[in-house]
């Protein structure tokens, strides 16, 4: 079965920094690739959507790049605010949408 | 536009039970998708309704179900509850149509199994 992996761990970065963020998947590559955000007691908020034909996609200080060779995908957010903070999953498209487990990402003054 | 709301916000039900949960999705929107999130199992899909139809269901036993009218607010139904149905319920819609599919999350409910 498909399986998407990211970092269980938290990542914690300075203000200013750039925070990257990673899912890897198995098997099938996806129809596309989704990037989300949620904070506690929330629902996840839709950050960023790109293709399996593109490369990379810019929005704001967010950068996603989907690597289907590699089966990767990296998520980047350059200039990092404490307001950053939050858990950010990513979620590949098959015949549904499957999430994975989310990385926390703390950003500090 | 309003955003996608689910009634009730909180649940606290007994083993055994059934429960029924809501969700309004944002006006045009005409897929509306279901997801269990757990600590441990983080975002699970249910199922996803589109016009009135289920589309999509994920691995979930029978006593997990759900409905969709045809003004495309969608309502699930667990029945016979468990412990491990404790967790917070999230709806998501979205247009469906041949744009990208984005989904709009909802605040979820939180239902509690004792």
């Known amino acids: 079965s498909q399986k998407i992996e990211q970092n269980s761990e938290a990542l914690n970065i300075q203000e200013g920094k750039t925070a990257t963020l990673t899912c890897n998947y198995t098997n099938y590559s996806p129809a596309y690739l989704q990037w989300y955000r949620q904070d506690p007691g929330r629902g996840p908020v839709f950050l960023l959507l790109?293709?399996?034909?593109?490369k990379e996609k810019r929005k704001e200080r967010l950068k996603v790049t989907f690597d289907t060779t590699l089966k990767q995908s990296l998520f980047h957010i350059t200039a990092s605010q404490p307001a950053d903070s939050a858990t950010y999953l990513c979620?590949?498209?098959?015949?549904?949408?499957?999430f994975g487990t989310g990385t926390r990402l703390q950003v500090f003054p | 536009k309003a955003g996608v709301t689910q009634t009730p916000r909180y649940l606290i039900k007994t083993r055994g039970q059934q429960v029924t949960l809501s969700c309004s999705p944002i006006?045009?929107?005409?897929?509306v998708s279901w997801y269990q999130q757990t600590p441990g199992q983080g975002l699970q899909f249910l199922f996803e309704y589109f016009s009135e139809t289920q589309r999509n269901k994920g691995n979930f036993p029978g006593r997990f179900s759900g409905r969709q009218f045809s003004n495309s607010r969608s309502e699930m139904n667990v029945s016979t509850l468990e412990l491990g149905d404790s967790a917070l319920y999230l709806c998501a819609s979205s247009f469906s149509g041949s744009r990208s599919y984005e989904q709009y999350f909802g605040p979820g409910t939180r239902l509690t199994v004792t």
């Open positions: 790109i293709r399996e034909n593109e």
């Open positions: 006006s045009g929107h005409r897929s």
């Open positions: 979620a590949l498209k098959f015949d549904k949408l499957i």
